[in-house]
Structure formats: C-alpha cells, structure tokens
C-alpha cells in the first residue's frame, strides 16, 4: 500500500474507490487529519493531508511526526509527497512538475527527530541521498505512462514559512544552488528515512519564486491557485500510473 501525502491544491483524492477513513493515534500527538484508504486506479493507497482537511495547520505548525508514524503504522510501503513549491531555476515555471534528488534544509525550531530523550541511543541517519532512488524511478516512470512530462531532478530548498521569501532569501538559495523552494520538504524526508520507510517528492511549481520571471515585483496569490488546478489534474493521473 503506498501512501501519498498532499499538500496546498490536494487536500484529497478525488475518485478514491473503496474509500474509508480511520483516526490513527501516535506517540507523537494527532496527525493532520484521519487517513483515508481506498483504492487508486486499481492501486491501494493511504492518504493524508499535510494541511488537514480544511488546509488549516501552517507549515512550521504541522506535527510532522505524527504524520509519517501513522503512515507507518498502517503498514504504508513508501510515501509520495506532493509539494507545492516556487520556481527558482528559469526552466522551472508556473505548471511544471519536478521530481528533486537533493535538499537543503533552512528551517528551524521543527521537531525534526524521533531519536530524543533520556530513553533515546544518539543514532545518525545516513541522508547523502534525501529521496529514494527506487520510489523516485516509480515516480517517473509513471510519469511517462501517463504521458506527463516532468523534471527528473533538482534541489528542493525548505524554508521555514509561513510567510513567503523575500527576493534576496532566493537569490541566496539559487546561490546555495536550490532550484526549488517550499515549506513542508524538512523534518518530512528525512523522518521517513529514519522510520525505514521510502520516500519521493513530487514537486508542483505553482510560481516564479520571488524577484524572478512573473515574481519580479510581487507574487500574485490569485494565480497560484488558478496554476495548481490544472496542475493537480496532472498529479492525480501521474497518481493513477504509479505500478
């Protein structure tokens, strides 16, 4: 069962068969929502809304790790992340679609392991490669069944939020060499990682990052949104394709 998480523009999956919802409990406090199950074009999966249902809980305030213990625990066999991010490379507009390999993490004050406490060995994760390799292949290969085209590759810079960049923060992160950003990438990848369970990114660009192309002056909110839903038409048939 393969479980997807998505974010801004895909609170839920439209056209779940077989749906039921159930509320999974953790050690860790409450998820964002109750998971719901179902089937996905023939596919079993699991599904949460990072935001909650009514995309109410900000990124700096989602209990990331309630969110991917659930998964766990309902025996989820890799995780696919949809994100909403902006576009810093000049290849990466409104409306594309990118799979990262690689991430840099600039937030802070985010409970961002299980391994903490007095009952806690220190234990290190090895993170070289923040996405799996095997999922990632999954990912686009679907993409190609589906006749979806997407970017195979790039760096996903995570920024705290909620509110969005200034047009020096970007220029920073594209010297970094980020040619992404978004919110929600970090504690989320590499809490996953440390749980044993596979995870893979599915990155929407929903706009020009801030001071570059269309975000030259301002970023217009209203068009976002008038991005993500065709965009998220995209995401759910490459959702469909994933074998």
Same mark, same amino acid.
């Given at each position: 069962m393969l479980a997807i998480i998505g974010g801004s523009g895909l609170a839920k999956l439209a056209d779940l068969s077989d749906m039921r919802r159930e509320v999974v409990r953790t050690p860790h406090g409450d998820p964002s929502c109750a998971l719901t199950f179902g089937q996905l074009d023939g596919t079993p999966v699991v599904f949460l809304a990072r935001h909650g249902y009514g995309h109410t809980i900000a990124p700096h305030e989602i209990n990331y790790r309630a969110n991917l213990w659930a998964l766990k625990a309902v025996a989820a066999e890799g995780v696919i992340a949809v994100a909403t991010v902006g576009g810093i490379r000049d290849a990466l507009g409104p409306g594309e679609l990118v799979v990262p390999d690689q991430l840099i993490d600039y937030t802070w004050g985010r409970a961002s392991t299980y391994f903490e406490g007095v009952d806690q060995p220190v234990t290190h994760i090895d993170f070289t490669q923040p996405y799996d390799v095997g999922l990632r $292949?999954?990912?686009? !290969?679907?993409?190609?069944? $589906?006749?979806?085209?997407m970017h195979d590759g790039g760096v996903y810079g995570c920024t705290q939020g909620p509110r969005l960049e200034t047009a020096a923060e970007i220029e920073r992160l594209a010297r !970094?060499?980020? !040619? =992404? @950003?978004?919110?929600?990438?970090?504690?989320?990848? $590499?809490?996953?990682?440390?749980?044993? =369970?596979?995870y893979a990114c599915l990155a929407v @660009?929903?706009?020009?990052?801030a001071g570059r192309g269309s975000s030259a002056s301002s970023?217009?909110?209203?068009?976002?949104? @008038?991005?993500?839903?065709? $965009?998220?038409?995209?995401?759910?048939?490459?959702?469909?394709?994933?074998?």
């Amino acid at each position: 069962m393969l479980a997807i998480i998505g974010g801004s523009g895909l609170a839920k999956l439209a056209d779940l068969s077989d749906m039921r919802r159930e509320v999974v409990r953790t050690p860790h406090g409450d998820p964002s929502c109750a998971l719901t199950f179902g089937q996905l074009d023939g596919t079993p999966v699991v599904f949460l809304a990072r935001h909650g249902y009514g995309h109410t809980i900000a990124p700096h305030e989602i209990n990331y790790r309630a969110n991917l213990w659930a998964l766990k625990a309902v025996a989820a066999e890799g995780v696919i992340a949809v994100a909403t991010v902006g576009g810093i490379r000049d290849a990466l507009g409104p409306g594309e679609l990118v799979v990262p390999d690689q991430l840099i993490d600039y937030t802070w004050g985010r409970a961002s392991t299980y391994f903490e406490g007095v009952d806690q060995p220190v234990t290190h994760i090895d993170f070289t490669q923040p996405y799996d390799v095997g999922l990632r $292949a999954r990912l686009l !290969d679907a993409g190609t069944r $589906a006749n979806e085209s997407m970017h195979d590759g790039g760096v996903y810079g995570c920024t705290q939020g909620p509110r969005l960049e200034t047009a020096a923060e970007i220029e920073r992160l594209a010297r !970094d060499g980020c !040619d =992404l @950003v978004g919110m929600t990438g970090m504690p989320e990848a $590499a809490l996953a990682r440390e749980l044993g =369970l596979p995870y893979a990114c599915l990155a929407v @660009v929903a706009n020009h990052a801030a001071g570059r192309g269309s975000s030259a002056s301002s970023i217009s909110l209203e068009q976002i949104n @008038v991005v993500l839903e065709g $965009a998220m038409r995209r995401v759910r048939r490459i959702l469909g394709a994933v074998g």
